[in-house]
């Protein structure tokens, strides 16, 4: 037995070996290794064409091809669900974009989802560009990666197809609108809430001026979620006289002309209160006598009512 009519050298339909490898394999660390089982385990591959790894059923396609790279999740028959997509880009040197689109299971458009980022920065953070569209039924979920980015759209479509409408859970951190959002139906807030705006500022005294105390509310400035502004608080001091500041307040809460108030003080006495568009909050009129001024029930419509 020798040559070709050795069957384990000639093979004649018969060769069955265990497996071959290359010389010195070692499972993890080196070389090559391809078994009798259909099992294999290689280095380094390149593989020019289409990676397909999966069943019949559910498989990850993997192909490279004038149509674009891109990486396919079958799941089903493939007749009767179109495939998920995930397809990367790259349009622009220096920008990327990542699209995730989910399977189309008979409803119409499949919602997708596209990321586009602009050059890595140090810190690790990405901003996500507009627009963003969602028109079916579906949920922005974030959890761990809320934290990881921020999310700056010029504009973002919600369209809701059921009787129950939208419903926005931004979690411990709520959800941030750095412009206008406009709800035409208006806002119904559930029995007991209320909208939310900031907490209660102090202001800057006038020469002179500072707060009662003695368990009065210390003057605090307020802005309120229909864009007006407010004072609240006791305050005491002298000069006691018409045109004396007695406190300042920051000009963006400030109204776009001047107001003006009146206010009570000690002994049943009164005086005006002038509010200017600079902010600053200005004794008018006040009777003689005049030691401490309450600032309760002042408001006025901030620039751009």
């Known amino acids: 037995m020798s040559g070709f009519n050795n069957p384990v050298v000639g093979g004649n339909d018969t060769l069955v070996r265990e497996a071959i490898q290359s010389d010195g394999f070692q499972s993890g660390v080196s070389g090559w290794r391809i078994e009798r089982s259909g099992d294999a385990e290689f280095n380094d591959v390149v593989v020019r064409g289409t990676v397909r790894t999966g069943d019949s059923g559910q498989y990850i396609l993997i192909e ?54 602009g050059p890595l920065v140090s810190d690790n953070n990405a901003d996500l560009s507009s627009p963003y569209s969602i028109t079916m039924n579906a949920e922005i979920l974030s959890l761990a990666f809320s934290q990881l980015f921020d999310l700056i759209s010029a504009r973002i479509n919600l369209t809701a197809t059921g009787a129950n409408g939208i419903n926005l859970d931004g979690g411990p951190g709520g959800i941030n609108a750095s412009s206008l959002i406009t709800a035409s139906g208006g806002i119904l807030l559930p029995v007991g809430e209320y909208i939310k705006r900031g907490g209660l500022g102090t202001p800057t005294f006038g020469t002179g001026w500072s707060a009662f105390g003695g368990g009065f509310q210390a003057p605090r400035y307020i802005e ?21 500041t007695i406190l300042s307040f920051p000009a963006g809460l400030a109204p776009a002309a001047s107001h003006t108030f009146d206010a009570p003080c000690n002994n049943g006495k009164h005086t005006q209160l002038l509010v200017t568009s600079a902010g600053n909050v200005v004794l008018q009129n006040p009777d003689t006598g005049i030691t401490w001024v309450s600032l309760g029930n002042i408001s006025w419509p901030m620039v751009g009512f």
């Open 224 to 244: 309120y979620p229909d864009h007006t502004a407010g004072l609240i608080g006791v305050a005491t001091g002298t000069p006691a006289t018409g045109g004396t």
């Open 64 to 117: 490279s091809g004038p149509d674009g790279n891109r990486i396919q999740f079958f799941s089903g028959a493939v007749q009767e669900v179109a495939p998920g997509v995930v397809e990367v880009d790259q349009p622009v040197s220096g920008q990327s974009t990542l699209t995730v689109a989910a399977p189309d299971l008979g409803y119409g458009n499949p919602p997708a989802l596209t990321l586009t980022s």
